[in-house]
């Protein structure tokens, strides 16, 4: 076992109850006492899997954690609340102690300060167990194509501190200084502090003058100057506390995909093979139920491994995949929320950034009152509901907003019969792959509408977003797979003016 961060640990805990007669060693490079970044969040529907295999993580979250229900959004002195979300989390230092307790109490053999430099150093191991993190080197050395590993670099920027300064639950702070927009996602993690991410983009970064830490210093020490200026940008929000760091540097968040999550007797599991933005809080989810995974798997076929790795990735790839979908559309959103920042009033804004990965209905069912103030905004403004106010394009008014599109005559077309023709050459777009292509396109001038097909269902919403917030145009997103819902959470937060099928 390699990595003694929390999945690794958990799996050794498992394994070692679930097959006692094995020999359970783990090795670490850092101290037991050790633990970079601060805390570690949890949703309330996430932990039953966790909860049903061992009761550490729920007796740590009890006893020492912090929990909250509702997320908040903050901009421009107004704030606005999205209840039904219940979330726990705990220092990682404190979960860590909980995990190395519970793992040498079923007799795991915890071997801290050992640093495994390679698979040759575990040539004695029947099985080896590789939770070495996103920087995983024994994933090096298997090799990124034996593996069919895949890497996809953000372009934000994001550093993580902690502050003495208390929060009521996960808040989003967004404020602007001279030289651009920074947002903190900020969560108590009990014992006085909270956890205090800021990202930034690139420009406003360099702008700044943060890109001068030399990122050649030896880990553990943080980023002093980008300390002291996020200070000064998030003053109000900090009440005179100051940000704490610990091996704070400036990143990029890479997602991680892996065809295969074993070869050989070597097994992968966490951030070494996978890895989701840590917007959806759910990278120590993924590796502690990865650990009950695999776990189960060689407690039911020890002496086939081959059979056990393969069930256990076969299990756990299509939740992990799921958490990834929905990891990226919340990613995508972070990338460019400095453009949301300027085109979008607050209460817009804080529901674009909630419908990022959910649809109106799942939001009413958490939280009615926030689903009715948006429905009513929208009201206010047009007079109908969504899919039911009238579109104008040019000259022609269509009476709906769920439209239907045909491809060969390059026509609109309502419930009607009331039909818009489309200039294919200047007013049909294909929408990329690539999410930073997608933000690249223009309208041109006076064009009456640009209809978006193609591409992803985000890449489709960014290039939509980008014609009717930056140049007026209205945009309709073509999409056979929008239900009445989604098509109306498109509407409501801003990202199309209409929607349309080809069937």
């Given at each position: 076992?390699v990595g ?10 498992l ?9 359970v060693?783990l ?7 050790e ?9 309330d ?6 909860d049903?295999a061992?009761p550490v993580l729920?007796e740590?979250?009890a006893d020492?954690g912090?929990r ?6 903050d901009l421009k002195?107004e704030?606005?609340s999205f209840?039904?979300?219940g979330?726990?989390?705990v ?10 307790k ?9 071997r801290?300060h050992?640093e ?8 004695d191991?029947?099985?080896?167990v590789?939770?070495d993190?996103a920087?995983?080197?024994l994933?090096e050395?298997?090799?990124a ?5 895949t ?7 994001f550093i993580?501190f902690?502050?003495?300064q ?7 702070l967004h ?5 651009g927009?920074?947002?903190a996602?900020v969560?108590?993690i009990?014992?006085?502090?909270s ?9 406003t ?5 943060l ?7 030896p880990?553990?020490s943080s980023?002093e ?7 000064s940008?998030?003053a109000?929000d900090?009440g005179?506390?100051?940000?704490i760091g610990?091996?704070?540097?400036w990143?990029?968040f ?5 065809a ?10 966490g ?12 990278g120590?989810?993924?590796?502690m ?16 491994l081959?059979?056990?790795?393969r ?8 939740q992990?995949t799921r958490?990834?979908?929905a990891?990226?559309s919340?990613?995508?959103?972070w990338?460019?929320f400095?453009f949301y ?6 209460l817009?804004?804080?529901?674009h950034f909630f ?9 009413r069912?958490?939280?009615p009152?926030l689903?009715?103030a ?12 969504p899919l ?8 022609a008014t269509l009476s ?8 060969e005559?390059?026509t609109?077309s309502?419930t009607?019969g009331n039909?818009v ?10 929408a ?6 997608a933000?690249?396109?223009t309208?041109?001038?006076g064009?009456?509408?640009a209809?978006v097909?193609?591409g ?8 939509a977003?980008?014609f ?5 145009t ?13 098509a109306?959470?498109?509407l409501l ?7 349309a099928?080809?069937?």
């Amino acid at each position: 076992m390699v990595g003694g961060g929390p999945g690794g640990l958990f799996f050794a805990t498992l394994a070692k109850r679930d097959i006692p007669h094995a020999q359970v060693v783990l090795f670490e490079r850092n101290g037991a006492g050790e633990a970079f970044g601060f805390g570690v969040v949890f949703s309330d529907r996430t932990l039953e899997i966790i909860d049903a295999a061992h009761p550490v993580l729920r007796e740590a979250l009890a006893d020492e954690g912090v929990r909250w229900d509702p997320i908040r959004v903050d901009l421009k002195g107004e704030s606005y609340s999205f209840a039904g979300n219940g979330m726990s989390a705990v220092h990682r230092r404190v979960l860590l102690g909980r995990l190395q307790k519970a793992a040498r109490d079923e007799g795991v053999d915890l071997r801290f300060h050992s640093e495994v430099s390679g698979l040759a150093d575990l040539a004695d191991f029947d099985v080896v167990v590789a939770a070495d993190g996103a920087n995983s080197r024994l994933r090096e050395e298997v090799g990124a194509d034996a593996l069919g590993s895949t890497v996809e670099v953000a372009t934000a920027k994001f550093i993580w501190f902690a502050t003495h300064q208390p929060f009521d639950g996960l808040t989003f702070l967004h404020r602007r200084s001279e030289h651009g927009n920074f947002a903190a996602h900020v969560y108590p993690i009990g014992g006085d502090l909270s956890t205090f991410i800021v990202e930034t983009d690139e420009a406003t970064w360099r702008r700044a003058g943060l890109d001068s830490f030399d990122p050649t210093t030896p880990p553990g020490s943080s980023d002093e100057g980008a300390r002291r200026y996020l200070e000064s940008v998030f003053a109000d929000d900090l009440g005179g506390h100051g940000l704490i760091g610990n091996n704070s540097r400036w990143g990029n968040f890479r997602t991680r995909h892996t065809a295969s999550w074993h070869v050989g007797n070597v097994v992968f599991l966490g951030d070494s093979v996978h890895t989701a933005h840590f917007s959806v809080g759910s990278g120590t989810k993924m590796a502690m139920e990865d650990a009950v995974g695999l776990a189960a798997e060689l407690a039911a076929t020890p002496d086939d491994l081959p059979n056990a790795f393969r069930r256990y990735a076969e299990a756990r790839r299509p939740q992990v995949t799921r958490i990834q979908h929905a990891a990226q559309s919340s990613l995508s959103w972070w990338e460019h929320f400095e453009f949301y920042y300027g085109a979008l009033d607050p209460l817009d804004f804080a529901f674009h950034f909630f419908a990022r990965s959910i649809d109106i209905e799942r939001i009413r069912r958490r939280d009615p009152e926030l689903a009715a103030a948006v429905e009513q905004h929208w009201l206010d403004r047009h007079g109908s509901a969504p899919l039911d106010t009238p579109l104008t394009v040019g000259d022609a008014t269509l009476s709906g907003r769920r439209l239907r599109w045909d491809p060969e005559s390059a026509t609109l077309s309502d419930t009607s019969g009331n039909r818009v023709t489309v200039d294919r050459a200047t007013e049909l777009f294909e929408a990329p792959q690539d999410e930073r292509m997608a933000t690249q396109l223009t309208a041109t001038p006076g064009m009456r509408v640009a209809v978006v097909h193609g591409g992803t269902s985000v890449t489709r919403s960014l290039v939509a977003e980008r014609f009717r917030l930056a140049a007026g145009t209205v945009a309709v997103s073509v999409g056979d797979d929008l239900n009445d819902s989604g098509a109306a959470t498109l509407l409501l937060s801003g990202r199309a003016d209409a929607v349309a099928r080809t069937t």
